[in-house]
């Protein structure tokens, strides 16, 4: 992310952000309500263009993104496996024929994620933790090397929770990218190696434990509370070194 300024209608919602993640990494994004952690998800993703600056490394790869609100209506008449099997898109295309590897390959998904038996139920029979197992069996099938989860937690109970981590580190030590927000802190000290912390603009980043101080997190609330919403557009400058390194940005250290 090079100088990387974020926002709708002209106006920022991240400012200039400028940080390397390694291929292989498991990062949890963190920040106070209104941070612009699900506004940076969405530019990763390629939903949302940036104003200023750039990203780089993400071309021509295939990216599986889970937002916080998926917009899967429960109520369309589809089953759990067709839904699932979707994450094959990559594979079949539009006209694809539906062959009995695809169909292995989405019941191995479902055993993964502990769905075996709810291949042929409705996605109105499933409660919230069961339809975010089917969505990251999905996921699975998907096969991206970047993964971008929006609060992929919040509605699950505890032991979903826990098998879906272990999930994630299974994604992880096959190699892929997995980026995820979060609010649980503990969670992201029990779980996550680096962490992102954010508040409109870069707070820190790096290892978990440096990461989340108390005083990293006190300048996180300051930073984000007198921010104006009504500010004018942003002006950046164009001489910000595109090679950032270091792992642990204080304020001010993020960009010249």
């Given at each position: 992310?090079?100088?990387?300024?974020?926002?709708?209608?002209?106006?920022?919602?991240?400012?200039?952000?400028?940080?390397?993640?390694?291929?292989?990494?498991?990062?949890?994004?963190?920040?106070?309500?209104?941070?612009?952690?699900?506004?940076l998800?969405?530019?990763?993703?390629?939903?949302?263009?940036?104003?200023?600056?750039?990203?780089?490394?993400?071309?021509?790869?295939?990216?599986a993104?889970?937002?916080?609100?998926?917009?899967?209506?429960?109520?369309f008449?589809?089953?759990?496996?067709?839904?699932?099997?979707?994450?094959?898109?990559?594979?079949?295309?539009?006209?694809?024929?539906?062959?009995?590897?695809h169909?292995?390959?989405?019941?191995?998904?479902?055993?993964?994620?502990?769905?075996?038996?709810?291949?042929?139920?409705?996605?109105?029979?499933?409660?919230?933790?069961?339809?975010?197992?089917?969505?990251?069996?999905?996921?699975?099938?998907?096969?991206a090397?970047?993964?971008?989860?929006?609060?992929?937690?919040?509605?699950?109970?505890?032991?979903?929770?826990?098998?879906?981590?272990?999930?994630?580190?299974?994604?992880?030590?096959?190699?892929?990218?997995?980026?995820?927000?979060?609010?649980?802190?503990?969670?992201?000290?029990?779980?996550?190696?680096?962490?992102?912390?954010?508040?409109?603009?870069?707070?820190?980043?790096?290892?978990?434990?440096?990461?989340?101080?108390?005083?990293?997190w006190?300048?996180?609330?300051?930073?984000?509370?007198?921010?104006?919403?009504?500010?004018?557009?942003?002006?950046?400058?164009?001489?910000?070194?595109?090679?950032?390194?270091?792992?642990?940005?204080?304020?001010?250290?993020?960009?010249?």
């Amino acid at each position: 992310m090079h100088d990387l300024t974020l926002g709708y209608e002209r106006h920022p919602a991240v400012h200039h952000l400028s940080l390397r993640i390694e291929p292989g990494s498991l990062v949890a994004l963190v920040g106070p309500n209104g941070a612009g952690k699900s506004t940076l998800i969405k530019a990763l993703a390629g939903e949302l263009r940036p104003l200023s600056g750039h990203l780089s490394g993400l071309s021509g790869q295939r990216i599986a993104w889970l937002p916080q609100q998926s917009g899967l209506d429960p109520s369309f008449p589809i089953d759990v496996r067709r839904m699932v099997c979707m994450g094959l898109w990559h594979r079949m295309g539009a006209l694809g024929r539906f062959t009995a590897e695809h169909r292995s390959l989405c019941e191995k998904a479902l055993a993964a994620v502990g769905l075996t038996g709810f291949e042929s139920r409705g996605l109105d029979t499933l409660s919230g933790g069961q339809l975010q197992r089917a969505l990251f069996a999905r996921l699975i099938l998907q096969d991206a090397p970047l993964v971008l989860l929006d609060e992929p937690f919040a509605a699950v109970d505890n032991r979903t929770s826990a098998e879906l981590l272990a999930l994630l580190h299974r994604w992880q030590a096959q190699g892929k990218t997995v980026i995820v927000v979060l609010h649980d802190l503990a969670q992201v000290r029990a779980h996550f190696p680096l962490t992102l912390l954010l508040a409109r603009e870069l707070v820190a980043f790096g290892p978990t434990a440096e990461v989340l101080t108390e005083a990293n997190w006190a300048r996180a609330q300051h930073m984000r509370e007198p921010f104006d919403d009504h500010a004018p557009p942003c002006h950046t400058s164009p001489d910000i070194h595109p090679h950032l390194q270091a792992h642990t940005y204080a304020i001010g250290e993020a960009h010249p």
